[in-house]
């Protein structure tokens, strides 16, 4: 699956293919880039609300909730990803 | 941040640049493409172990639990990803 590809902007067609596949590309732009890896851990126990959705796309201003923005990332990308939801 | 960034092959520098922002590009490559949005639950209540490790990279093999993937990820692209730990 490609997910973005484009021409060299000279308009003409079938010259200088670039396709980028995600795999070489990373995915989260901005989360907490000081960490070397970013890992949260969720005590189930003290999960307040029946259901809490926790963020998979990183594009989240409430990270590592879910604030919705996964919404605007599918849009804009063509992209299928949602969060995952936690239930007491 | 940008996320990848390279000439157009022809070896000289400073030509037809292309960045790709990660903003521009799908995350999922290949989990359940089929699926509009790829959201999964949780009955926190079921969970086995003491700690049970969630992806959100989206190279799992095991997706929605991690295998591990997000190593090789972050290590391809340079990326900081990990997972969710639910902990009981
Ligand atoms: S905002 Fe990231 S999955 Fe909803
Ligand atoms: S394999 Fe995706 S976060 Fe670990």
């Given at each position: 699956?490609?997910?973005?590809?484009?021409?060299?902007?000279?308009?003409?067609?079938?010259r200088?293919?670039?396709?980028v596949?995600?795999?070489?590309?990373?995915?989260?732009?901005?989360?907490?880039?000081s960490?070397?890896?970013?890992?949260?851990?969720v005590?189930?126990?003290?999960?307040?609300?029946?259901?809490?959705?926790?963020c998979?796309?990183?594009r989240?201003?409430?990270?590592?909730?879910?604030?919705?923005?996964?919404?605007?990332?599918?849009?804009?990308?063509?992209?299928?990803v949602?969060?995952?939801?936690?239930?007491k």
């Amino acid at each position: 699956v490609n997910f973005c590809s484009f021409g060299d902007g000279s308009g003409r067609k079938g010259r200088r293919m670039v396709v980028v596949r995600a795999e070489g590309v990373g995915i989260n732009p901005d989360i907490r880039k000081s960490e070397e890896k970013v890992v949260d851990s969720v005590v189930v126990t003290e999960l307040s609300k029946p259901t809490t959705a926790y963020c998979r796309c990183w594009r989240s201003k409430t990270f590592p909730l879910c604030d919705g923005g996964h919404v605007q990332h599918n849009k804009a990308t063509g992209d299928n990803v949602g969060p995952l939801l936690l239930k007491k």
